[in-house]
């Protein structure tokens, strides 16, 4: 019998649920969007985009159901985004998840964002009848999260160069604050530079904005 997981995700402007079988099969994926209610004003709006996922994760979640043939009591498990994220947007999915978890009497799976990036990976090359090699490095740049992760077969994933960036970017705030650009060293020379010069551009950027 397969293990049959509901995921949740809302971590932003985007409501959406999903149902995969033994962490790979995706048996449904519905995505509700608001590109439209956010366009007029450049950019997601936290507030209205809380609101929205109010008014969609029950017909989301229903649909995902209707999609994979299941009821509520065929799921083994409840999956949510616990961030990082909108935090409006990310209580609306957790609230619901906690809640559906309890009255079934499922287990609640807390899922970091950055790394369901990477596990999404796996999903499409199953689908795709492909296998990744592993050990392997992955790139993330989402929202304003830039990691590097180091993805093992026997360990998962871990930060390999989080801490580091961390570090960076907060010496590169200082960098924009003061008007003052100059490089930032890196944990070893040659390696990671690119981070080195993305902060040093980010603060050379400041300054230039501070000036007009």
Known sequence: MPIRILGIES??????????????EIL???VASQIDIH???GGVVPELASREHLRQIVPVVREALCQAGLNFSDLDAVGV???PGLVGS???GITYAKT?????????VPVNHLEGHIHAIFLEAHKSGLVPELPAVCLIVSGGHTVLYEVRAEQGT???AAAQLRRLARQCERL???????PVASRTEGEHAFVQNGCLLVAVRAEHLAEV
Do not use: F, N
């Open 81 to 83: 985004t616990q961030g």
């Open 28 to 30: 449904s994926s519905v």
């Open 11 to 24: 971590s932003c402007d985007e409501t959406a649920a999903a149902i995969v079988a033994d962490g790979r």
């Open 100 to 108: 559906l978890a309890q009255a079934l009497g499922k287990p609640l």
């Open 176 to 182: 924009a604050r003061k008007r003052r650009p100059r």
């Open 158 to 160: 871990r930060a390999e």
């Open 90 to 92: 990310l209580l609306v």
């Open 39 to 41: 366009r007029e004003y």
